[in-house]
C-alpha cells in the first residue's frame, strides 16, 4: 500500500531533514498515544503485527509475525543477539530494617563485585549495608557518577550473585511496562521477556533484545526449511539502551558502551553472504557494525569487543541488508538507528521513518519491547 502524508513534523522541520550537519535531536520526536505502549506480550509470540517495509518499492503491507518464513524465504541468513536476560532486580533490607531495591547492572570486574543501581541511594552511601536472609549480604563501596554504587556480594551456598539473581531476582522490565508492587505477572515476564534462542549460559542482558521476542520454534523450523541460516552473536544489553538523547543536536551524545562477542562462524557468514544478512534487532547491528568497522577479514577466535558506535543518518551500513526491528522510544539512539537504515547514505530516512510511525499508530499497532514489529527490507 502507499504510504500516507507525513504527519508529526511540521514543514520547516521536514525540510531540515535534507539539510547539512548537525541533525537537531526534536527531528527524531514523536507523539504516542499512552495506550499504544504494550504493557503485556501477545497472546503467542508470532501473532504479534508486522509492518513490512520494501525500501525498494517504497511500500509497505500488514501481516502477522508467523508470516515471515513465507515473506523473507531462504533469501537471508539471519543475525541474531542470542544473550539472556538476567533476573537483576533484587529486594533485601538494611540494619535498620529498611527495603532496598538492588538493580545488578555491570559486572566490576572482580567475582561478586557489581555496579548496581540502588533505591534509596541517598540512604545507602559507601559502606553501608543490606542483605536478603538466606541468599546475600551486600556492601556499598563506592558511588560512581555514570555507573551507580559498586556493591561486593557474599553469597553463602551459592557460586555468585548471579545463582541468586536466577533464584530470586525480576525481570528488569523498563520502566514504560508498569507492574504492580505484588509482581503478580512475573512468572509471565519470566518467560516472555527474553528469546526462544537465548543461550541460558549467557546471561549478560539487562534488557532484552526485543526484536527476537516475536520468533517462535515453528517460525525458525520453517525459515530453516526454506533454507535460511542461523548466526549468533553476543550483545551485553545493558541500560544505556533506554537513555533518551538529551543533548539539542544528535551528534552531541555520547553513546553508551556495550559489550559483545561475535564467534568465528558468524564472522565468517558476514564476510561471506553479502545481500543475505538479515538482522534481528538493533543489538544485532550495532554488534556487526562496530565489527566491520575494525576488521577487513574474519578471525580464527572469538572476538569480545566493547560496541561504542553510534549510527544515524546519514551514516552507511557495512554488513546489513535487512533488519528486524520492534518500534522505539522518541528521541532514542534506536529511532536513529532506524532511520539511517530506512535510506543509508542521506538523511531522507528521518521522514521515512515518520510517514511509517504514523502509519503504524493509525493502524494501532502496540509499541515498544512488548510491542509490534517491522521488517525493513
Known sequence: MRLPAFAFLDASALLRCHAPLPLKTALFDYELPPELIAQ????????????????????VGHHVFADLPDLIGGR???????????????????PTGGRVECFLHRPAGVPNDWWCLLRPGRKLPPGSTFRREGYFEATVTEKHEEHGYRVTFTTPGRASILEVAQEIGLVPLPPYIARDAGAALAPLDRERYGTVYADLAKPVAVAAPTAGLHFTPEVNTRLAAAGAGFFDVTLHVGLGTFRPIQTEDIEAHQIHRELYELPPATQAALFAQPGRRLAVGTTSVRTIEDFLSKHTAPTAATVLDEAALFLYPPAKFRGIDALITN????????????AAFLAPGSTDGIAWLHELYAEAIASRYRFFSYGDAMLIL
Do not use: E, Y
Open 76 to 94: 537471508f541468513s539471519l543475525f541474531r543477539n542470542n544473550a539472556s536476560v538476567i533476573p537483576a532486580r533484587l529486594f533485601g533490607q538494611r
Open 327 to 338: 518500534f522505539h522510544q522518541p528521541r532514542s539512539t534506536l529511532l536513529c538507528l532506524v
Open 40 to 59: 503485556t506480550p501477545a497472546a503467542h509470540r508470532d501473532q504479534s503485527r508486522l509492518l513490512v517495509v520494501d525500501r525498494a518499492r517504497h511500500t
